[in-house]
């Protein structure tokens, strides 16, 4: 959410680049990072907490890139924004839900590692 982005050049004058929003984006990236997210996850794991429910923290990386029906991961595999082509089984589905299938199994896979 918070990368820079990227610089481009101008066609017209070579070694020269365009506006290309650096500047509203930094406000943005100062923004998210000032969001406060230890304060977030607290209040979060309270409510789950309080529904009778729990909060499993899992990492993100590379959970929209992995097939969910082969395990496959490739930066290939994610031809667009929303969607998802596994290059090696060629399932395809929205590269949302391939990201929460992902997301979901490693939740369960560290919930059924944590000791009771």
Partial sequence: ?????????????PGRFLPNGAAAKAGLNRSISDAGWGVFLAILNAKAESAGREVI???PR????RCSECGHTAK????????FH???CGHTAHADTV????????GLVRREAQPA
Avoid at 5 to 11: L, S
Avoid at 62 to 65: E, G, K, V, W
């Fill in 62 to 65: 590379n959970t929209s890139r």
């Fill in 57 to 59: 923290a899992v990492d």
């Fill in 76 to 83: 290939e595999n994610r031809p667009t924004q929303e969607k």
């Fill in 1 to 13: 959410m918070s990368k820079a982005p990227e610089p481009k050049p101008d066609p017209d004058r």
């Fill in 99 to 106: 990201g929460a299938l992902n997301v979901l199994r490693a």
């Fill in 86 to 88: 596994c290059v090696a």
